[in-house]
């Protein structure tokens, strides 16, 4: 109950993993370490500093020569005397390289190196000992405040590895490996300084149940000791990929190395498979799910993606969609929500064909979370044209920090996107009054002004205050009323009047804007086909829809009211 107690306060503080909190506990680790040398140099003191003689090689040899057996099955427990040093190097964020090198070397290791050869020591001087060596080895009267820094850095201990983890599913879901979840940066400084609720109480709960089901430190121990190996051998694994495709290092130093490191912890690693009915299955089986999930996620998010491609819309079908579909254009800003940054999406399509009608001005909005703590309004958006200007069709990459305000108001977002927009027009229309004339297409600059009584080619009238998605042409039996505009002419004839298209240009974004905007959005999944084997339809269909269902949407800055949202669901079949 003691050690669910502290499980608890320990992951209940984990968001409160600051720089401050990380000041604190600095101090903390110093003392511990001080402690085990301290401790280790008392007993070398006391006892004799035969021990030293461990660093004769011969020892090892004639150790496995009497005790073969015994000795493979005491790899295992030696193993455990590096548990833990990698979690120094799982976020090198809040460090650099060189700092982590130096503190290790010149303070870590030889404070562990210390401690253990004092207790080795102890032991060969009180052979009948073999029960709790180290506070048996710590000298009288120093006990009680030793077992208290003890604590303190196992729990400091246990924060590092789970902060770890935090890293470790960050980069995860970054590189789309694993579901989306919702990330709390810590600290405005250091990127690296995060929170993930989810897996905080998920690790909770399954350390409390490990705790609970095995109630013994030695299972505990085998258990930590096999994910220890794992950890090196993939490790092992990475770095020689790495030594052959970026650093291109010669074939056969790159063989040594490998054959020499995965040899050795196969050693350990067959030494603790012995003992994999004690708590190490539990560990098997708990990185044999998380890699399900990682491989499931992968597997249906490349598929999403590579389907969303291929039915994107090519830019010659989007200028004939307003001729052969009668497409109209209401007044308003179309916003359409996508994680593409190139193309057409597939949804608008689908959408246009649906229901034959968009917005006066569209705008292709996908939302980008970048590495830096606030992105400046004035640099948050990216506009670029779509179609020709008649067109009104635009795309924004929306760039947000990780300390940006979450869940932004929606009126907020489309007051600074219409902002943004009106200033990238303005740069381009100075771009193209620097450029000569010669270099000057009109097609580039022709601007559909109001127009009152169109006709598409399939004989459909509408009377719109905007222009059509294409180019209609105008009825020669207009009404007496209509007045139509000879602006396009006449700028052909004089050539481009730079001044006069931006501001036809603003009236036109401002006039949108007064009719509101309407949020677009895709609600995509993927589905197997009914030729697809069992296994396929069992990963997209259930497991794959499953994890997207319950994962973080990947568009989730803007708060959207239902009255300004429309949702689109397009299944891809696969």
């Known amino acids: 109950m003691i050690s669910l107690a502290f499980l608890v306060i320990l992951f209940s503080v984990q968001k409160f993993a600051t720089s401050k909190v990380g000041f604190v506990i600095g101090p903390a680790l110093f003392l511990w370490f001080c402690c085990l040398g301290g401790i280790g140099i008392y007993n070398l003191t006391k006892y004799g500093v035969t021990v030293f003689k461990a660093f004769n090689p011969v020892y090892i040899f004639l150790y496995f020569k009497r005790n073969s057996f015994h000795a493979w099955l005491a790899l295992g427990g030696c193993l455990l005397c590096v548990t833990g040093s990698e979690a120094i190097f799982a976020d090198l964020c809040h460090f650099s390289v060189r700092s982590i090198q130096y503190t290790f070397a010149l303070f870590v290791l030889p404070c562990l190196l210390l401690g253990y050869f004092g207790q080795a020591a102890f032991l060969i001087a009180n052979q009948s000992t073999s029960q709790q060596i180290f506070f048996s080895s710590i000298p009288s009267g120093t006990f009680w405040p030793v077992l208290f820094i003890a604590n303190i850095a196992a729990l400091i201990a246990s924060r590092t590895m789970t902060t770890a983890t935090f890293a470790c599913i960050n980069k995860s879901i970054a590189l789309g490996c694993f579901p989306r979840l919702k990330i709390i940066h810590t600290s405005r400084k250091f990127m690296g300084q995060i929170y993930i609720p989810f897996i905080n109480w998920f690790l909770m709960g399954f350390c409390a149940l490990f705790l609970v089901f095995f ?5 505990i121990g085998i258990a930590y000791g096999i994910t220890e190996v794992g950890i090196m051998m993939m490790t092992t694994i990475l770095v020689t990929i790495i030594m052959v495709l970026i650093w291109q290092i010669k074939l056969s130093i790159v063989l040594l190395f490998f054959f020499l490191f995965i040899g050795l912890e196969l050693v350990f690693f067959s030494s603790l498979l012995t003992s994999i009915g004690g708590g190490s299955w539990v560990m098997l089986l708990f990185s044999a799910f998380l890699l399900l999930v990682m491989v499931v996620w992968n597997y249906g998010t490349k598929l999403k993606y590579d389907s969303e491609i291929k039915q994107n819309l090519s830019m010659d079908l989007m200028k004939k969609l307003g001729c052969n579909l009668g497409t109209i254009r209401a007044p308003g800003v179309g916003l359409v929500c996508c994680e593409l940054v190139k193309g057409i999406p597939a949804v608008f399509g689908q959408f246009l064909t649906t229901l034959p009608a968009m917005h006066s001005m569209v705008v292709f909005v996908s939302i980008k979370y970048i590495p830096v703590p606030v992105v400046p309004q004035t640099e948050r958006f990216l506009f670029q044209r779509v179609c020709p200007r008649n067109y009104h069709l635009f795309r924004c990459i929306a760039r947000y920090g990780y300390k940006d305000v979450r869940k932004e108001h929606h009126k907020v977002f489309e007051q600074l996107l219409i902002e943004g927009l009106e200033k990238f027009i303005e740069r381009e229309v100075q771009e193209l009054f620097l450029q000569s004339d010669d270099d000057f297409d009109s097609d580039e600059i022709q601007e559909t002004t109001s127009s009152t009584i ?32 000879s602006s396009i002419s006449n700028s052909q004839d004089k050539g481009p009047d730079y001044a006069k298209n931006l501001e036809l240009e603003r009236s036109f974004i401002k006039k949108a804007k007064e009719s509101g905007a309407v949020y677009l959005m895709s609600n995509g999944r993927i589905r197997a086909t009914k030729n697809s084997w069992f296994l396929r339809k069992l990963i997209l269909n259930y497991f794959y829809g499953f994890l997207r269902i319950n994962c973080r949407r990947g568009i989730t800055t803007v708060s959207i009211p239902h009255g300004n949202l429309l949702q689109v669901r397009t299944t891809y079949m696969v």
């Not at 109630?215 to 299972?219: A, H």
């Not at 180019?471 to 007496?480: F, H, L």
């Open 215 to 219: 109630r013994s430190v030695d299972d």
């Open 454 to 485: 169109v006709t598409a080619q399939n004989g459909s009238f509408y009377s719109l205050d905007v222009p059509l998605l294409s180019d209609y042409q105008i009825p020669q039996n207009m009404s007496p009323n209509s007045k139509p505009s």
